[in-house]
C-alpha cells in the first residue's frame, strides 16, 4: 500500500530554518510528481511546492526564493527545506502524491 511518512516539522523563530522529509513507498516513486502541502488553522490546504519525476521544481509566491524542494530517488524521499521562516509559515505540512494520497501531517509552529 502506498505510505507517506513525515518527518522533520517543530518550533522555530522567525527567520530560523526547517528541513522536512518524507520517505514514500508503495508505488514507483521516481515516475511521479510529489507536492508539499500547508494548512493553517481555519484555512484550507495550499500548494507550497511541486517537483517532477524529472526535478523540475514551482512553488508558491508566498515561499518563493526560501523554501526548496528536492528528492532523492535513491531513497524514495522528497525534502522541504524552509528557510526565513515566517510566523504566516505555521501549519501542518503534508506530504502529497496528487490525486491519491496524503502524509499525515507535520506542525511548522514559527512564533517569538
Known amino acids: 500500500q502506498v505510505r507517506l511518512v513525515e518527518s522533520g516539522g517543530g518550533s522555530v523563530q522567525p527567520g530560523g530554518s526547517l528541513r522536512l522529509s518524507c520517505a514514500a513507498s508503495?508505488?514507483?516513486?521516481?515516475?511521479?510528481?510529489m507536492t508539499w502541502y500547508r494548512q493553517a488553522p481555519g484555512k484550507g490546504r495550499e500548494l507550497v511546492a511541486t517537483i517532477t519525476s524529472g526535478g523540475t521544481t514551482n512553488y508558491a509566491d508566498s515561499v518563493k526564493g526560501r523554501f526548496t524542494i528536492s528528492r532523492d530517488n535513491a531513497k524514495n524521499t522528497v525534502y522541504l527545506q524552509m528557510n526565513s521562516l515566517k510566523p504566516e509559515d505555521t501549519g501542518v505540512y503534508y506530504c502529497?502524491?496528487?490525486?491519491?494520497?496524503w502524509g499525515q501531517g507535520t506542525q511548522v509552529t514559527v512564533s517569538l
Open positions: 508503495g508505488f514507483t516513486f521516481s515516475d511521479n510528481v
Open positions: 502529497r502524491l496528487p490525486g491519491r494520497y
